[in-house]
T-cell receptor, first 112, second 114 residues
Framework: SQQGEEDPQALSIQEGENATMNCSYK?????LQWYRQNSGRGLVHLIL???NEREKHSGRLRVTLDTSKKSSSLLITASRAADTASYFC????????????WGAGTKLIIKP | DVKVTQSSRYLVKRTGEKVFLECVQD?????MFWYRQDPGLGLRLIYF???????EKGDIPEGYSVSREKKERFSLILESASTNQTSMYLC?????????????FGPGTRLTVT
């Protein structure tokens, strides 16, 4: 069952601009994670935000979580060519029993 | 660094063949997972294991089985491969605990069934 839905499906921006991706989900969650996938490094964990947190930072990444709207956003500031990848949100719902539920991803292209 | 390795990057099999995909992790993780990834559908969980010899069905277990005889190794078996099982297969591992820990992924096996 697909819980997270990323928006937009694809995003193309100029290098140096900020990129924002959104994730919406359906059920109450314990936490939400963002992952990045590119051909060189496979699928890599970026950041985890718990349901009682509203915002988290990691380097050029900023994640927000609004549990009332059941949504999260990932902001990448000062984008670089190396940020070109697909970005996925994954949620652990309160009744998930070990499982993460994944969205279909946002494909981000950074133009030089 | 956590390392998750998968036995093959690319695999081509014929319909009806038995296919084994192996995954090995070197971080003593309790949890291991098998996903398949198809365009537009994200990752879908096939099976996961939270301990040796323990397994739980994910969202799409039909046509698949798994084996975990050792903590570091988790195998996915396609008993009789079919063309609709052509996909990218990803293995992952994580520490024990309900989702509080990140999952570490292998590079994936792109399986084509002809």
């Amino acid at each position: 069952s697909q819980q997270g839905e990323e928006d937009p499906q694809a995003l193309s921006i100029q290098e140096g601009e900020n990129a924002t991706m959104n994730c919406s989900y359906k059920t109450s969650i314990n936490n939400l994670q963002w992952y990045r996938q590119n051909s060189g490094r496979g699928l890599v964990h970026l950041i985890l935000i718990r349901s009682n947190e509203r915002e988290k930072h990691s380097g050029r990444l900023r994640v927000t979580l609004d549990t009332s709207k059941k949504s999260s956003s990932l902001l990448i500031t000062a984008s670089r060519a190396a940020d070109t990848a697909s970005y996925f949100c994954a949620t652990e719902s309160m009744d998930s029993n070990y499982q993460l539920i994944w969205g279909a991803g946002t494909k981000l292209i950074i133009k030089p | 660094d956590v390392k998750v390795t998968q036995s093959s990057r690319y695999l081509v099999k014929r319909t009806g063949e038995k296919v084994f995909l192996e995954c090995v992790q070197d971080m003593d993780h309790e949890n291991m997972f098998w996903y398949r990834q198809d365009p537009g559908l994200g990752l879908r969980l096939i099976y996961f294991s939270y301990d040796v010899k323990m397994k739980e069905k994910g969202d799409i277990p039909e046509g698949y089985s798994v084996s975990r005889e050792k903590k570091e190794r988790f195998s996915l078996i396609l008993e009789s491969a079919s063309t609709n099982q052509t996909s990218m297969y990803l293995c992952a591992s994580s520490q024990a605990g309900t989702g509080l820990y990140e999952q570490y992924f292998g590079p994936g096996t792109r399986l084509t069934v002809t």
